[in-house]
């Protein structure tokens, strides 16, 4: 099989499928550095959108790939960081649209650069958008997204709001739960009328079920989900890791096996696992969080970052 290096998976995605990540950021760059992110701290901190990787090589790398039809739920643009940072979006879009029709396109984003009006054209064509929003006040976005200098909250919000007005696909809004951070009474109430304001076709809460990049977030419990879902004026879904991912259709057996041998050799971080295995590190995270939730692997924290051991008991 050859190797690609803008392509991976497919991954079993529980909101997606058989889902084909299409990374078009190196990592890690992203206009947010949040407390959860599972990709590390952010070292490229940015609003500009340029051609971070070449173009014509994702679409080669593309074309290789889907030219014997494999089987796919999605085509998701994701990856180290934030994709809608690649001013080639569109085009790659335009590509998929006009030679794989067949296939759905998926946009997963943090949403901070729909304040642009050239973004919101150049996203007409993907089927499913999932963009984040967690907080709804200044401090709490400063707390939990740790944004861009010249990124202000109203601005996403707005940018949110024109994405939803000029686009006709599916639009299913994130909300990643911080507790202490964002699961307050004032908190969820500004992201109510946040939300009424956006009109997303659903909402769907999330939580943490890796270790992020600051090591004192912990997941919201089931109990906390529920009650945040029943504050929303919406028909909210909870997303977080209470659903098996191992019974997505392309959940790969000897790849989670694969991670499990090379951990009991030695403790890994993602990245030594990605670079160990040849995979992307989105890919190995989907694994680790199943490894996690079935106790047979354990995170600790240290200088070079967090490794994952063999739970012996
Ligand atoms: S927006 Fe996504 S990639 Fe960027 S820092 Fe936040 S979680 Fe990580």
């Known amino acids: 099989m ?12 529980r ?41 014509e090589m994702v679409l080669a790398e593309l074309k290789t790939f889907l030219s014997p039809t494999p089987q796919l739920d999605y085509i998701t643009f994701s990856g180290s960081g934030e994709p809608t940072l690649h001013a080639g979006i569109g085009e790659i879009t335009m590509f998929l649209k006009e030679n794989f029709p067949a296939y ?15 973004l919101i054209q150049e996203v ?7 963009p984040s929003l967690d907080a709804a006040s200044d401090l709490i976005f400063k707390k939990i997204n740790r944004p861009f200098h010249q990124l202000k909250l109203d601005s996403v919000i707005k940018g949110l709001r024109e994405l939803r007005k000029n686009y006709t696909g599916q639009f299913w809004l994130e909300v990643f739960i911080v507790p202490g951070l964002n699961d307050t009474d004032d908190e ?19 939580t943490l079920d890796r270790p992020g990049t600051v090591s004192w977030v912990k997941a919201a419990t089931r109990d906390t989900l529920e009650m945040i879902a029943q504050k929303l004026n919406r028909n909210t879904e909870i997303i977080a890791n209470f659903q098996k ?30 670079t160990t295995l040849g995979l992307h590190p989105n890919e190995i995270n989907k694994y680790i969080e199943t490894l996690l939730r079935r106790d047979l692997i354990y995170p600790e924290t240290l200088e070079r970052g967090v490794f994952f051991k063999i739970n012996q008991k």
């Open 2 to 13: 050859p190797q690609y290096k803008y392509l991976f998976g497919p991954v079993p995605s």
């Open 15 to 55: 909101r997606l499928g058989i889902s084909l990540g299409v990374d078009l950021i190196p990592p890690k760059t992203c206009s947010l550095n949040c407390i959860y992110c599972e990709c590390g701290k952010t070292t490229n901190l940015t609003i500009e959108r340029k051609a971070y990787v070449p173009t």
């Open 124 to 130: 007409q064509k993907i089927d499913l958008i999932l």
């Open 188 to 206: 969820i109430n500004r992201l109510n009328n946040a939300i009424e304001q956006i009109n997303p076709d659903r909402v769907q809460l999330n």
């Open 104 to 118: 759905k396109i998926a946009l997963l984003t943090n949403g901070t650069l729909f304040f642009q009006p050239e």
């Open 245 to 274: 991912r191992e019974n997505v259709a392309s959940f790969n057996a000897d790849i989670e096996s694969s991670i499990l041998q090379t951990i009991r050799r030695r403790p890994c971080t993602v990245d030594d696992l990605s």
